[in-house]
């Protein structure tokens, strides 16, 4: 993790994000995976509209798995990731993500989504170049073609920056 | 590191669900799956993973839904300590039915309304006939 410049005030944030838009992303994104699941153990992309989650959609990512055990790649980005990064990662496999940027540190726990099967997650803070604290709460989620064998990974994350000295 | 990991009881047994890192959210998830009803019963597990022991403790920290007891009942166990043999002659034979003479079939009423379709027919034929010699 890149040093804080001297002199930065350190605030520090001892609650946890306020219940607003950061923690109902995931959660109303969960609940509509749920809701593709029916009786499968896992939704088909088959079934995955964007356009019925337009709002949701700008904040998320789509993983394709590989059987053979190769590295993941992206496929797809909503409008808000993408254009939080410099370059576009599209079809480009997950270690092109910086672990400084949103769609990096999304994917941290990758492994263990993969490892246990479900929907998993997680929220953590890094530092952007300039300094700047973001904090950040991001889902994955497990999909299959075939309802029983992971295929790809739906994910999304939302952030929020915390502005210092 | 603290996980909290909700559980369904599904099948007859419990399965992992979701895994979330905020007590919150895992709550309040959970809660969610009780009111929506799809699963009998619902836990949520605090694990807490200590890294320099390399051990982790778990405890419930939520329990919603049905109770579900699976525990073995004092009938299952009874049944498992048998042998093979002695489960056998434990249950009772079902009975074997009683072998009788198959009912007589019955004909069914078709003849009759066969004769009439014929003799219907017949008068028809014989009127058309009588028709066409007289005219």
Same mark, same amino acid.
């Given at each position: ?35 593709? *699941? ?21 904040? *998320? ?97 939302? *952030? ?6 | ?135």
């Amino acid at each position: 993790m890149e040093r804080v410049p001297e002199g930065t005030e350190r605030t520090e944030i001892t609650e946890e994000m306020p219940q607003g838009m950061e923690r109902r992303l995931v959660l109303r994104l969960l609940g509509h995976w749920r809701s593709l *699941c029916k009786e499968s153990e896992y939704p088909s992309f088959f079934d995955l509209d964007p356009q019925s989650i337009p709002d949701i959609w700008k904040n *998320c990512f789509v993983l394709e798995i590989f059987p053979d055990g190769s590295e993941p790649r992206f496929r797809a980005m909503g409008d808000i990731l993408a254009t939080s990064i410099d370059q576009s990662l599209i079809n480009q496999p997950i270690s092109a993500a910086t672990r400084k940027s949103l769609p990096g540190v999304a994917i941290s726990f990758l492994d263990e989504v993969l490892r246990k099967g479900v929907p998993i997650s997680r929220g953590d803070e890094y530092f952007k170049d300039d300094g700047t604290k973001v904090l950040y709460r991001s889902i994955l989620l497990p999909m299959s073609d075939d309802g029983e064998t992971v295929s790809g990974i739906l994910g999304a994350v939302n *952030c929020r920056e915390v502005q210092e000295g | 590191m603290i996980s909290y990991e909700i559980h369904t009881f599904r099948a007859g047994q419990w399965k992992a669900d979701s895994v979330f890192d905020s007590r919150d959210i895992a709550l309040m998830e959970a809660q969610k799956i009780v009111d929506g009803g799809r699963y009998s019963s619902i836990q949520v597990l605090e694990e807490t993973y200590d890294e320099q022991t390399n051990k982790s403790t778990v405890k419930t920290i939520f329990k919603g839904g049905r109770k579900v007891d699976d525990r073995p009942t004092a009938k299952s166990a009874a049944r498992k300590s048998l042998a093979p043999d002695k489960r056998k002659a434990a249950r009772p034979e079902p009975k074997q039915p009683s072998r009788r003479a198959p009912p007589p079939k019955k004909r069914t009423g078709l003849v009759l309304p066969v004769a009439i379709l014929v003799l219907i027919a017949a008068i028809g034929m014989a009127a058309l006939i009588g028709l066409r010699y007289y005219t």
